[in-house]
């Protein structure tokens, strides 16, 4: 973990936007520890100079990763505008550190969820907006089975008949009292989904059909399942 690096180059993003009052309360509400001097010429703004020193700072104290990195988050988070937390994660990721300013962000991560869950769902999740962060994902599973499917069916009436032992994706060979419980279903929670979470946010008002954090990661969870079973299904023309 390159502590060095993030102290200059998140020193360098924030001395326009952190004044030194704003630095120090933060500082001084989170660590338990001083401040320690750490020269470096090539940083010449005051506010910089003085993130660089509180970070490196941190980095010397006697303790474990998982508490230092929480120090570290709940520092970043206290001095960091808004509009400039992807940026800060950004550099933390880059220098192998695995923290988020916004804790809802690190949540999301931590489904490891399908990549076009990432793709499609993480700008509207980001954003707290998870009514359609669940409506863009079930929208996208409806897509892309259809699209490996080659149906022309849409929706319940699309997974009901692709999904079938008699359907043209498989994931089983749909010969054992097994293969078939497990095709059949496949079958039945994908057209389930399409009944319970796509018609229902395609169809009502948000404010209507609310749909909490705890929900939408939980349906982001499912519909990643959904979507790498399609990954692993093989298409038989009927």
């Known amino acids: 973990m390159n502590y060095r690096l993030i102290a200059i180059q998140v020193g360098d993003l924030l001395k326009y936007d952190a004044t030194i009052n704003k630095i120090e309360r933060a500082a001084r509400s989170v660590f ?3 401040r320690e001097e750490f020269p470096n010429e090539v940083i010449t703004s005051e506010r910089a100079k003085l993130i660089h020193d509180w970070i490196l700072s941190l980095a010397r104290q006697k303790m474990n990763n998982d508490e230092r990195n929480e120090l ?3 520092f970043l ?7 400039l937390f992807h940026k800060v ?19 999301f991560y931590s489904r490891n969820f399908h990549y076009l869950i990432h793709k499609h769902c993480f700008s509207l999740y980001k954003q707290r ?3 359609h962060a669940v409506f863009e994902a079930a929208k996208v599973y409806n897509k892309v089975v259809k699209e490996k499917s080659k149906s022309s069916k849409d929706g319940y009436s699309l997974m009901m008949e ?3 032992c008699k359907g043209s994706l498989k994931v ?7 293969d078939k419980n497990v095709q059949e279903g496949l079958k039945f929670l994908s057209a389930g989904l399409m009944r319970a979470v796509r018609n229902p946010t395609a169809h009502e008002p948000a404010m209507d059909w609310p749909i909490t954090k705890e929900d939408c990661l939980d349906l982001l969870s499912f519909l990643s399942f959904l979507l790498r079973q399609l990954d692993k299904a093989v ?3 009927n």
């Open 32 to 34: 338990n520890f001083m």
């Open 72 to 74: 570290l988050r709940k």
């Open 77 to 83: 988070r206290l001095i960091t505008p808004e509009n």
């Open 89 to 107: 994660e950004e550099i933390l990721r880059e220098a192998g550190v695995n923290v988020y300013l916004d804790k809802s962000l690190e949540e």
């Open 129 to 131: 907006n998870y009514f």
């Open 162 to 164: 692709v999904w079938d």
């Open 172 to 178: 089983t060979p749909c010969e054992t009292e097994t």
């Open 235 to 237: 298409y038989y023309k």
